[in-house]
Nanobody, 123 residues
Framework: VQLQASGGGLVQTGGFLRLSCAAS????????MGWFRQAPGKEREFVAT????????NYSDSVKGRFTISRDRAKSTVYLQMNSLQPEDTAVYYC?????????????????WGKGTLVTVSS
């Protein structure tokens, strides 16, 4: 399974971006999915996760209220709508497919990872 993340770019503070992540084949329709990010010089951190049918989503405290995760099971795609972007949101964003039907904030519960897309927020 390959995951291709897209939608990253350069945006000013307060701006928005929408990330997409498509799976190479329809293997994730019954699995949770998630987004993580890694800023320069920092460890990878959890951003958002969604369960297999999109009925349950969770967010890190740092993005809650600004970011929204969603999915289209028919397209094997997960999205991350990012609003009110701040310089501290600058990072490479990675999507991942969970081993389980539920989502998770724990990276070791994910089986497949995309290559990442860079988001840069200028001040």
């Amino acid at each position: 399974v390959q995951l291709q993340a897209s939608g990253g770019g350069l945006v000013q503070t307060g701006g928005f971006l929408r990330l997409s992540c498509a799976a190479s084949r329809r293997t994730n329709s019954n699995n949770g999915m998630g987004w993580f990010r890694q800023a320069p010089g920092k460890e990878r951190e959890f951003v958002a996760t969604i369960n297999w049918n999109g009925g349950d989503a969770n967010y890190s405290d740092s993005v809650k209220g600004r970011f929204t995760i969603s999915r289209d099971r028919a397209k094997s795609t997960v999205y991350l709508q990012m609003n009110s972007l701040q310089p501290e949101d600058t990072a490479v964003y990675y999507c991942a497919i969970s081993r389980y039907a539920t989502g998770s904030s724990q990276a070791d519960r994910y089986a497949y990872w995309g290559k990442g897309t860079l988001v840069t927020v200028s001040s």
